[in-house]
């Protein structure tokens, strides 16, 4: 007697598709990240989107802590988002209009605004000579005068924690590049420079 797969029949569905489609569905974009640990993701980017492979270490320290205290953070790199992303940064949890300061000494070579940009709202992106940037997201409004090409020094006020762009709660979204690669976890570098707040 010889045995069938059902996936080899002309037509048919596996129940193996059929049931990892239903987990997928059901879980959202939360439970995307517990899909790939059961294996019920299926081929499509949106689906499950894999972790970032993980990133070089980096001897960076912050020169300044990047939210006025009180805040909450966590590590959540790698976490699923929306549209098949994962998450590239620390999200800072503060209230809203808590100010945010620059983490180093350096420029402003980038200003986002919450009207052209739905994912990252008000933020800026402050660069260092060696190419090193750091992005910050969400922010209810940028302080008066930080505009590309500015100029600031580590804790000068950038701006005031909100939550525009693609964000459901007040936050700072805070992102690493060192040397204009790719982002780098920036929850242990956050810990290791004595906190976020």
Request: aromatic content about 6%; some cysteine.
């Amino acid at each position: 007697m010889t045995h069938v797969l059902e996936t080899s029949r002309p037509g048919a569905r596996s129940r193996w598709h059929r049931a990892s489609r239903h987990v997928t569905t059901k879980l959202g974009a939360f439970g995307a990240s517990a899909a790939v640990l059961i294996g019920a993701c299926g081929p499509a980017a949106t689906q499950c989107a894999p972790a970032p492979a993980p990133p070089p270490d980096v001897d960076i320290v912050l020169a300044a802590k990047p939210v006025q205290a009180p805040c909450t953070y966590s590590d959540t790199w790698g976490a699923a988002r929306s549209g098949g992303r994962v998450h590239l940064g620390t999200d800072i949890m503060a209230s809203e209009g808590q100010e945010v300061y620059a983490v180093q000494s350096g420029e402003i070579s980038k200003r986002y605004d919450a009207v052209t940009d739905a994912l990252a709202g008000n933020g800026v992106r402050l660069s260092q000579p060696d190419g090193t940037y750091y992005f910050y997201g969400h922010m209810s409004a940028l302080a008066p005068g930080i505009a590309p090409g500015t100029q600031v020094t580590a804790g000068q006020l950038l701006g005031w924690v909100g939550h525009t762009g693609n964000a459901g709660v007040n936050h700072l979204h805070l992102e690493i590049h060192p040397y204009g690669g790719a982002a780098v976890n920036s929850y242990p570098i956050i810990v290791r420079s004595g906190g976020a707040c």
